[in-house]
């Protein structure tokens, strides 16, 4: 968080062609598909509170508020991974207005360029041919690709990412790490102590003379949330997995 306040007081950037959408004058910017980030968010954060204010009370209230404490910290960690990981400029290379593209390791020569569509480079001591973008008018540098659905291309692109909406390069994917093992730990916690919620309300009643039944019964219509919770937390974490 303290990274994006520095960067809202960066100089401001002049935005580039493409489907992203730019805040803070060009210091930040969103995927096109912003809407699938607020979803995802809306998605992670209003299950969570329903998590905090029946499972981790009951623990907190009936043992120790370090419940109450580690839910707040996960839940902060992977919002703030989620938010950066977001907004902040993944690795895009702008586009160029023409194919005589301004840097010198990238500008075309037609004197030494017979196919316009490659070039041939020395990259650490090899030669590797470089592809022509048509979108973004560069030479793509080695590990990049072209996103069709932002319109850019990102160095070390490893996919575009449906839940923050955004591509995940070469400059946001260490946030993205933090993200998902932060998100990861966020299902594990409610699937848990959601879990032992249910367990130990169905003995509180058959402490009290009920039957096992009855007591799972009472238990359900007391906190029916908290089957809501499981449910919810396995598959949120089925999803991830295969996304």
Known sequence: MFMLLRRCRDKPVEPWPGNNHFLCRGRLFIGPAYYAFILSFLLITLPYAVFMVFPVYYFSSRYTWFFMILAIIIYLLTAAAELI????????????????????DLRVDPNKCLDLNTKIVNYN??????????????????????????????????HHCPWTGSCIGKRNYCFYYIFINCLALCVIYVFVLSFLHMIFLTLD?????????????????????SGFLVVYSVGVGTSCHKG
């Open 85 to 104: 990981t977001a907004v902040i400029d993944p690795g895009v290379i702008p586009r160029q207005p023409t194919r005589f593209v301004k840097n010198p």
């Open 125 to 158: 001591g090899a030669k590797i041919m470089l592809k022509f973008c048509y979108t973004c008018n560069i030479y793509r540098p080695p590990r990049t690709s072209h996103c069709s659905i932002c319109g850019n291309c990102v160095e070390r692109l490893d």
């Open 205 to 225: 009643y058959k402490h009290k003379g009920h039957s096992v039944g009855n007591a799972i019964g009472k238990m359900f219509a007391r906190s029916p949330l």
